[in-house]
């Protein structure tokens, strides 16, 4: 069975190999982890970390936007629908 790492504790271990306090070896025997596994990690880590920097694009952003109104949308549709049949259950509870 392969063990799962979670992506926090991959980043943790990255940051200490790029901090370069301790050597490969020494950081993957203490997390008991394969050094070539870590370097995997490594890896990936430097190549989508420009990912964070970037800025969502402004049709990406009125995308969102347009979405979230419509969720509102939604949500006010549903109260007053809500509210309206609770009304009734009352109007017909009552006779």
Request: charged share 45%.
């Amino acid at each position: 069975m392969r063990k799962r790492y979670e992506p926090a504790f991959k980043a943790k271990v990255v940051l200490e190999v790029l901090k370069e306090e301790e050597t490969l070896t020494e950081i993957a025997s203490r997390y008991e982890v394969h050094p070539n596994q870590i370097t995997r990690w490594k890896k990936e880590f430097l190549e989508r970390a420009p990912e964070i920097f970037k800025k969502k694009s402004s049709k990406e952003a009125e995308k969102a936007l347009k979405k979230e109104d419509e969720l509102y949308r939604q949500i006010g549709q549903l109260k007053v629908e809500l509210d309206w049949l609770k009304k009734k259950d009352r109007e017909l509870n009552s006779r």
